[in-house]
């Protein structure tokens, strides 16, 4: 199974400033995904993100909210922008590896915003 | 949205018992995983099965799957402190969506 790490591990931001995360895999995947999770609950998927084009959003998830990059095929990142304390959760990197269907989890990145 | 449902929502039963969770989903799927989530961390893959099978057993785990249902289950055996986590089944197509999850504690 790939290896995924995330950075940072958590975080705290003020209101209205941006927060970057960064996604790395120690091995080339066909799919990259994005996927927050609010406190107590479920994993709702953001997006795809597409290497080489613009990144394939879910309903209620728009660009100039949630810009996402993947420059190669391991690496993405995921930005939060004009953060509000109800963008504090988690948020999690998920990638799916040419030929198989299961999904691997990063650790997550836990935001706090005030 | 949410693809999934899991029932029950919390379920608490002591050491060695046997814990039973249930999805149902709204789509047709070609596979349906299911998830672990220790508080406050990671999700852990358990297993995947396919539309095309109707059982599959990993170590103490035995998932069962009704397309015609849409429904499935996960079966935890022979319970230990250690499976204390919350549960999601989730399902394709692009990325997983996940069900509203079960939130199991097990007892010593």
């Known amino acids: 199974s790939a290896v995924i790490s995330q950075k940072p591990s958590r975080d705290i931001c003020q209101r209205g400033t941006s927060l970057t995360i960064q996604c790395q895999v120690d091995s080339q995947v066909t799919m990259m995904f994005w996927y927050r999770q609010q406190p107590g609950q479920s994993l709702t998927l953001i997006a795809t993100a597409n290497q080489g084009s613009e990144a394939t959003y879910e309903s209620g998830f728009v660009i100039d909210k949630f810009p996402i990059s993947r420059p190669n095929l391991t690496f993405s990142t995921l930005t939060v922008s004009n953060l509000s304390p109800e963008d504090s959760s988690i948020y999690l990197c998920?990638?799916?590896?040419?030929?198989?269907?299961?999904?691997?989890f990063g650790p997550g990145t836990r935001l706090t915003v005030l | 949205s949410q693809q999934g449902e899991e029932d029950p929502q919390a379920l608490s039963i002591q050491e060695g018992e046997n814990a039973t969770m249930n999805c149902s989903y709204k789509?047709?799927?070609?596979?349906l995983q299911w998830y672990r989530q220790n508080s406050g961390r990671g999700l852990v893959h358990l297993i995947l099965?396919?539309?095309?099978?109707r059982e599959k057993h990993s170590g103490r785990l035995r998932v069962t799957l009704d397309t015609s249902k849409k429904s499935s289950s996960l079966l935890i055996t022979a319970s230990r402190a250690a499976d204390t986590a919350s549960y999601f089944c989730?399902?394709?197509?692009?990325?997983?969506?996940f069900g509203t999850g079960t939130r199991l504690q097990v007892f010593p």
């Open positions: 989730a399902t394709p197509p692009r990325g997983l969506i």
């Open positions: 099965i396919r539309s095309n099978e």
């Open positions: 789509t047709s799927i070609n596979n």
């Open positions: 998920s990638v799916r590896q040419g030929g198989t269907d299961t999904q691997y």
